[in-house]
């Protein structure tokens, strides 16, 4: 089924309203879901409304959160985000990194205490859309083998150029977990390579991959970079681990609280001349046939506010459930 872009938001907002989150609150969290829906990132769009909902009414999260700032130094900023839904808290440091960065150059915000902040391309978009280079980190649940001990630990990476932002975003299993959750839902298989099950054996079953692991991307290296993050996201932002922190289908009353760090650069600090330089690099990666990252989640995005945006009957019947949509 179709639904206007329009219409899904306005019926997600007040479904976040309904459980009490503030106006403002509520278009955050849908901004940020519709957002990885029209995209394409179905692990991270309307499917989490189940689990946010869920995390809501069970006191996981807390739809009226005080958040408090914390000046560390004179480039860092300490979110404390009081359980407020990931995305509210999320946007929120985007806007304080916004005006850090004017001030310093560079900056940094940690956001300590806050839910699953959905997609990173979401708070690095919107600071590269500011004329800003943005980096974000984050822990995750358990999710990566060996163990599981490290989460899936995603990085981001958002950069201003023309006609779009160059936008990366990758977890470093690999796959996200969420498209794990959504094939499990559906009950697809998954393709090999993608997850091993708890006794450490390869597996295609959704299910079993949850129960299990997942392999990261690159072998050891993808390994790496997840220690990395933990570090950067948990031991240092969050102060939390992701060994710390319960999954996804948990009991909802004991939501994760992740740590998420989001890194702003004002790209004129480096000097003059950066904006033709990328734009020659734009030109020379499109001249060798290379893709742009981001591009094709800009124009997924566009097409899907001109047609709408395609739910399954799976999700169509999870979200009337849930009183987001009237009956079909």
């Not at 808290?89 to 956001?111: D, F, N, P, S, T």
């Not at 599981?148 to 470093?172: M, S």
């Not at 997924?300 to 506010?305: G, I, V």
Request: aromatic share 4%.
């Amino acid at each position: 089924m179709r639904i206007d872009c329009h219409v899904l938001r306005s019926r997600v907002e007040a479904h976040f309203r309904g459980l009490g989150l503030a106006p403002e609150h509520a278009r955050c969290v849908s901004e940020v879901l519709l957002e990885a829906e029209a995209e394409g990132n179905f692990g991270h769009g309307l499917i989490r409304i189940a689990q946010y909902t869920a995390q809501l009414k069970a006191g996981g999260l807390n739809p009226k959160p005080q958040m408090s700032l914390e000046q560390a130094s004179p480039g860092v900023t300490l979110l404390y985000a009081d359980g407020a839904p990931g995305p509210v808290a999320g946007l929120y440091a985007v806007e304080v990194l916004k005006e850090q960065v004017k001030r310093h150059g560079i900056a940094a915000v940690a956001v300590r205490g806050a839910g699953h902040a959905g997609a990173l391309s979401a708070y690095v978009g919107r600071l590269a859309q500011a004329g800003n280079v943005g980096i974000a980190f984050a822990n995750t649940p358990p999710a990566l083998a060996p163990g599981p001990l490290l989460g899936t630990n995603p990085i981001a990476f958002g950069a201003p150029a023309e006609p779009y932002p160059v936008i990366v975003d990758t977890a470093l299993s690999q796959v996200s977990r969420g498209k794990i959750i959504a094939a499990a839902k559906k009950g697809e298989p998954l393709p090999p390579g993608w997850a091993v099950d708890r006794e450490g054996r390869p597996t295609t079953d959704a299910q079993a991959a949850l129960e299990g692991a997942l392999l990261p991307i690159g072998g050891g290296k993808g390994y790496a970079l997840a220690v990395m993050v933990e570090i950067l996201a948990g031991v240092l932002a969050g102060a939390v681990i992701s060994s710390e922190l319960q999954p996804p289908w948990g009991p909802p009353e004991a939501a994760a609280r992740p740590g998420l760090l989001l890194l702003g650069m004002d790209p004129s600090a480096f000097g003059k001349g950066h904006k033709e330089r990328m734009a020659y690099l734009i030109r020379a990666l499109a001249a060798v046939g290379g893709r742009i990252p981001g591009w094709r989640r800009a124009l997924l995005r566009e097409r899907a506010l001109r047609e709408g945006i395609v739910i399954g009957n799976g999700l169509l019947h999870e979200l009337v459930g849930l009183g987001v949509l009237a009956q079909v």
